[in-house]
C-alpha cells in the first residue's frame, strides 16, 4: 500500500481591504489600517479559522496585517508572531507614489520598470527576485519551525504571488497571474519532494470590489 508522503500546511493569508488609495504605491510610513469592510473580511477568515488545528501565527509588521490577524488570533488562542520578511515588496523613492505621478517623474524608470518588472528597482528599494528570495527564506524557517503541522501567514499580495511561484516552479515573470484578493486565503501543502496548491483566492463570507495594486 502507497504511504502517503507527510506534508506541512502554509495558509497565507492577505490582509483585509485597506484605507489606501488603490492607484498609489504603498508606503511604509504611512501604514493605513483597513476600512469597514476590512474589518468584515478579518471577522470573517477568523470564522473559517474557528475550531481549525493550527500551530501558529504569523504576521506581517503592517497595521493593516496586524488588524486582520487580531480576530483571527483570538479564535485561534494564538500569540502572532511578527516576521518582517513577509512585508510587501519595498518601492525605494516610489513609495507613496501615485503610477502616473511616477510616469511623469521617472520617465526612464517607468519604462525600464515596464521593460523588466522582475529585475527593476527605484533607488534604494528591491526587486521581484530580490523579494523571492527574501519570503522563500523565511517560508523555509517557517516550515522547519513546524514541521508536519500547519501555520497561518497573514501578509500581502506580492508575498503571496512570490510565495506561489516559489512552490509551484512558476516562471516569476508570470507572478502577477495569481489573483489574490483582499481578505482571500491561499493554501500550499509542502512535502518532501514537491508543493501543492490546495486552493486559491477563497474568501470567507463573499466576494470584494478592491483590486488595488500591490499594497
Known amino acids: 500500500m502507497r504511504e502517503k508522503e507527510p ?25 493605513p489600517g483597513l476600512t469597514d469592510n476590512g474589518f ?3 471577522d470573517a477568515l477568523a470564522n473559517w479559522f474557528k475550531g481549525e488545528a493550527i500551530d501558529a501565527l504569523y504576521v506581517s509588521p503592517t ?24 512585508q510587501e515588496r519595498h518601492f525605494g523613492v516610489w513609495e507613496g507614489m501615485y503610477f502616473d505621478a511616477i510616469r511623469d517623474r521617472y520617465p526612464e524608470g517607468f519604462r525600464s520598470w515596464k521593460a523588466d518588472p522582475i529585475g527593476f528597482s527605484p533607488d534604494g528599494g528591491e526587486t521581484i527576485v530580490d523579494m523571492e528570495k527574501r519570503v522563500g527564506a523565511a517560508l523555509e524557517d517557517i516550515r522547519g519551525r513546524h514541521p508536519g503541522r500547519t501555520a497561518v501567514l497573514v501578509t500581502h499580495v506580492g508575498t503571496i504571488r512570490t510565495a506561489l511561484c516559489e512552490a509551484l516552479k512558476t516562471p516569476l515573470a508570470e507572478y502577477r497571474r495569481f489573483n489574490i484578493p483582499t481578505g482571500s486565503l491561499v493554501r500550499i501543502d509542502y512535502g518532501r519532494h514537491q508543493a501543492n496548491l490546495m486552493y486559491l483566492g477563497v474568501t470567507p463570507g463573499g466576494r470584494t470590489g478592491w483590486t488595488g495594486g500591490d499594497a
Do not use: F, K, N, S
Request: net charge negative; glycine share 6%.
Open 7 to 31: 506534508h506541512t500546511t502554509l495558509i497565507l493569508v492577505r490582509h483585509g481591504e485597506p484605507d489606501y488609495p488603490e492607484d498609489r504605491i504603498y508606503a511604509r510610513e504611512d501604514d
Open 63 to 86: 497595521r493593516r496585517t496586524v488588524e486582520t490577524a487580531a480576530p483571527v488570533a483570538e479564535i485561534l488562542g494564538l500569540d502572532p508572531v511578527v516576521e518582517g520578511r513577509l
Open 40 to 42: 468584515t473580511q478579518a
